[in-house]
């Protein structure tokens, strides 16, 4: 009886030993097949960099992995959200010459987007070494020295009288008195003259003459279309706003009209009608002629009011 038991519970025994043997042999071998695969498809490798924010090593597995799938969407747009990234960075340390083949990367692989397009231009003409050219000095002739006139002394014989000094001005005339015309005091004239008004703090910002666009008014338009893209809708119309009190441009109004009708777009599909309205009634105010805009300000503005009735 014994015997049969220990038989029974030794097979037993085998048996799990050769089930335990056999799963952790399959376990291991699923660990290395997946490693090896990880490392061997450059795409996984790209979204694991660019988790850890090494975007430029990112880029790199990503390009390996574009040119085995060619048509590949998702990629593409790693490489352009890396590319745009890189590009605004180096754009912000002021090192154009690095940040200009990224933001000429990414305009290879999306040409439409306008923002990018102006990033591009900004900086190659950024990056673009200005020819110092040396200062023009006049040159004036140095005059050539002249001998001075000899002086010539008379003699004069001692018995001649001396000869009184002629002076060689006519003699004066004294001139007739000039008729006086009667003038005004000059007290009448300063209570006649209007008192000038100056103007206060506010009055002087809105009098103050704004320039045309200039390169660095691109590259902050730029930096706030970024964030306008990323959802900061705050911070992005707060930089416009301060936009348009400096430069007179049409582009800056266009594109700042086009992200406020954007991001009250977004909100109103979020029903987020308040918020959507702000930026409604700012485009508003800046096309009135647009009735496009006014459509959508008016929708908006039906929408708040229905939502307070509820």
């Known amino acids: 009886m014994d015997f049969c038991v220990y038989n029974f519970l030794s097979s037993h025994l085998k048996r799990i030993t050769t089930y335990k043997i056999v799963f952790l042999t399959v376990t291991f071998f699923l660990l290395v097949t997946t490693h090896l695969f990880a490392q061997a498809d450059p795409f996984a490798q ?18 390996l992995a574009l040119s085995q799938e060619k048509e590949n969407e998702k990629i593409k747009q790693y490489i ?9 960075r180096y754009m912000d340390q ?46 004036k002739p140095i005059p050539s020295p002249q001998p001075e006139p000899e002086q ?45 008004v100056v ?10 003459k704004r320039k045309p666009l200039d390169d660095p008014g691109k590259l902050r338009i730029s930096q706030l279309l970024f964030k306008y893209r ?3 809708f705050k911070e992005a ?20 009209t086009e992200s406020l009708i954007g991001a009250a777009t977004k909100l109103e599909e979020e029903k987020n009608y308040q918020d959507a309205l702000t930026y409604a009634k700012r485009a508003y105010e800046l096309n009135p002629n647009d009735t496009a805009v006014e459509k959508l300000y008016q929708t908006l503005l039906k929408q708040v009011e229905i939502s307070e009735k509820r």
């Open 94 to 139: 002021k090192n154009y010459a690095k940040a200009l083949p990224y933001a000429e990367r990414a305009y290879e692989l999306d040409p439409s987007d306008e923002s990018i397009k102006n990033l591009c231009e900004t900086l190659k003409e950024a990056s673009t070494p200005e020819e110092i050219k040396p200062p023009d000095i006049e040159t």
């Open 46 to 63: 790209g979204v694991q960099k660019y988790r850890q924010g090494d975007l430029e090593g990112a880029i790199a597995d990503f390009e």
């Open 152 to 196: 010539i002394v008379v003699p004069q014989s001692p018995e001649a009288p001396p000869q009184p000094e002629v002076s060689p001005q006519p003699p004066e005339v004294s001139p007739k008195p000039a008729e006086v015309s009667p003038q005004v005091p000059e007290k009448k004239k300063k209570e006649k003259v209007a008192k000038k």
């Open 237 to 256: 119309f707060a930089g416009f706003e301060v936009l348009l009190t400096e430069y007179d441009d049409v582009d800056l109004q266009r594109a700042f």
């Open 199 to 208: 103007p206060t703090g506010l009055e002087k910002e809105k009098k103050k």
């Open 80 to 88: 352009l959200n890396c590319s745009v990234t890189l590009a605004y």
């Open 230 to 232: 990323q959802g900061n």
